[in-house]
């Protein structure tokens, strides 16, 4: 047993110098740190000679965002390393390769994807990513159906959610979704011309009954093992290619919560769109573009989902009259319910996103926000009447 400490860059050099099959024997290594995260350290390892590289993450104990105050386990990188084994097995080639999952270092040894680019800054450049919906449905439907009791018995499902109690993430998401933005919380944070539409959240005994009522599920419905942190800054994406990294979150939840991060995020994207289209006719070619993501999504995760339940589904459950639908009608309620839970967060709450923030005009900014505030509290007071993905879409249509 090694003692945990923070990897230096030569000690990670080495860490990647021992998975055989990357490197060449002769050639020197070298190492970048290139996390950008509060949490980790991400070591980007090279041999300049042959252009292998591999990736070593390593979890901190504590979040750096609050100073080294917030301790957080370091159980979360072998979290983290084991779910990514577990997604590459459901889902083969949607996650990067693991080479090596250290638990007493708390890192995990993989595939470097520097060839692709992170999914947010990519659509903030303007990027157009025709098999997205087709990518992330796959992960979607195949990590959370053969995760949940449709597709797995109930003592292998049981034995499987040992491994991935996490109460250090989940009790981050509760603080910082499903509590911190609807009261006067130290960790928000707005910009000051935000403070009136704040203080309404705070107020608004509607919004936060049915808050309450995704929370409780995010607290109680272990339906499927989750991503539990989908946003698109935890997606590497080309082109041609989709990879899903960091599931240090992952835990058993509520199946909606994972495919309301990926929707919240194409939503705050198209709120930002205030600022990122150059005129109102390219705002809406590109708002129409991740609407139409948003329902290919939802369309092509509903056939698969179903596909995989008539083939798949465990006897036990699966095989009662009229219970797919209700379960998928719940599914498409919680994704809009969660959807707009992580919408709010990110522009009242502790982090947000680049989509928004670096907007430059204080007063585009301040337009997207409230467009972002309007189309998540829509969603969130509404999600319990949502029938079809086109109510969802004209949320956030209805507010534009
Ligand atoms: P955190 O949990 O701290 O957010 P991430 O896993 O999201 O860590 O990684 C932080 C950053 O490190 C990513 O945004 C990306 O720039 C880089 N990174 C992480 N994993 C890889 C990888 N497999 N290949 C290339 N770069 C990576
Ligand atoms: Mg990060
Ligand atoms: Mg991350
Ligand atoms: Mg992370």
């Not at 024997?25 to 980790?40: F, K, M």
Request: hydrophobic share 45%.
């Amino acid at each position: 047993m090694t003692q945990y400490h923070p990897l230096n860059e030569q000690e990670a050099i080495a860490i990647a110098r021992n998975i055989s099959g990357i490197f060449a024997a002769e050639g020197e290594l070298s190492c970048r740190e290139i996390g950008d995260g509060n949490l980790n350290l991400v070591f980007h390892v090279s041999q300049p000679s042959t252009g292998a590289s591999v990736i070593v993450k390593q979890a901190l104990p504590y979040a750096k965002v609050v100073g080294e105050s917030w301790p957080l386990s370091l159980d979360r990188a072998r979290i983290e390393g084991e779910a990514l084994i577990i997604q590459d097995r459901l889902a083969p080639g949607l996650v990067p390769t693991v080479h090596q999952v250290d638990h007493d270092l708390a890192f995990t040894v993989m595939e470097d994807l520097s060839s692709h680019v992170i999914m947010r800054q990519g659509l903030i450049e303007g990027g157009v990513y025709p098999l997205f919906a087709e990518h992330i449905s796959d992960f979607l439907a195949q990590t959370l159906f053969f995760t949940s009791d449709l597709g797995m018995s109930q003592q292998e499902k049981k034995l499987l959610s040992r491994s991935f109690v996490n109460p250090d993430l989940c009790k981050i998401t509760e603080d910082l979704i499903f509590d911190h933005p609807y009261t006067n919380a130290d960790t928000n944070s707005f910009d000051a011309h935000l403070q009136g539409e704040a203080e309404r959240l705070w107020a608004d005994a509607g919004l936060h009954l049915e808050v309450a009522l995704l929370r409780e599920k995010f607290l109680t419905h272990a339906q499927a093992l989750l991503h539990g942190d989908l946003h698109t800054g935890s997606i590497f994406i080309t082109e041609q290619s989709t990879k899903v990294i960091d599931p240090e979150f992952a835990y058993f939840g509520p199946i909606g919560f994972d495919i309301g991060a990926v929707i919240a995020n194409l939503l705050l994207h198209y709120a930002g769109q205030e600022h990122w289209s150059a005129d109102a006719k390219a705002r809406a070619e590109r708002r129409r573009y991740l609407t139409d993501t948003v329902r290919d999504i939802w369309i092509a995760f509903d056939r698969k989902f179903r596909a995989l339940w008539q083939e798949h589904g465990t006897d036990r459950i699966a095989k009662t009259v009229g219970y797919e639908d209700d379960y998928m009608r719940r599914l498409l309620q919680d994704t809009a319910g969660f959807a707009g839970a992580k919408v709010v967060r990110r522009i009242v709450g502790l982090a947000h996103v680049a989509d928004i923030d670096k907007i430059p005009d204080p007063a585009v900014r301040s337009k997207a926000q409230r467009m972002a505030l309007a189309i998540g509290t829509a969603l969130i007071k509404r999600n319990r009447q949502i029938t079809s993905i086109e109510q969802i879409i004209e949320i956030a249509d209805s507010v534009s």
